[in-house]
């Protein structure tokens, strides 16, 4: 993949796919230690141990659309590559966590990509789930949680409607934009 966002989308299906009705996506970097986390944690229906050991090859997949499945693997290798690490946790009727971190300065670091974007995506395709995304570097933080947004918006408006896909899109993009700057806005 070009971008981490892509990898992050790809790997956020198998939460869907999974029966997740809550979906938390962590990205902190912290630029003095030079490291990019990201995070992904569901309450899917689970992996096995078997499964957990097997989600990182290329030739594993569940899905019966095709027989390989890459986005694990490919998350996982594009971690390494970049002397970073990869790691999953899952328990069946839990969920699942999977947390990659990056070394950004190294030679084979891909762009982190449009995350805001990816985001707004998964929120507005999968208006029946909750999301609960956070970014974070170098002390500065937000939270983008979709439970608050249906409470400000009582039940009534979809989180699919135009009107609200645009403000998730431009509160991201601004909060984004201070985070990753430092501009208060």
């Excluded at 971008?3 to 790997?11: C, K």
Aim: with cysteine.
């Amino acid at each position: 993949m070009r971008e981490l966002a892509l990898n992050v989308m790809d790997v956020a299906q198998n939460s869907i796919s999974a029966k997740a009705d809550l979906i938390r996506l962590t990205v902190e970097e912290d630029t003095a230690a030079d490291r990019l986390t990201i995070r992904l944690e569901d309450n899917g229906c689970g992996m096995t141990p078997e499964q957990v050991k097997s989600v990182v090859d290329p030739f594993y997949t569940t899905r019966t659309t095709r027989k390989v499945g890459l986005g694990v693997p490919l998350f996982k290798m594009e971690a390494e590559m970049t002397g970073g690490s990869f790691s999953v946790w899952s328990q069946k009727g839990e969920g699942t966590a999977l947390t990659a971190v990056f070394v950004p300065s190294h030679v084979d670091m891909i762009p982190l990509g449009d995350m805001a974007g990816t985001v707004r995506l998964l929120i507005t395709c999968n208006p029946d789930l909750d999301f609960v995304y956070t970014r974070s570097r170098d002390g500065r933080s937000f939270t983008l949680d979709t439970r608050e947004l249906r409470a400000v918006l009582g039940g009534e408006v979809a989180l699919s409607e135009p009107e609200v896909s645009e403000w998730i899109a431009s509160y991201l993009q601004e909060q984004t934009a201070v985070v990753e700057g430092g501009n208060e806005e």
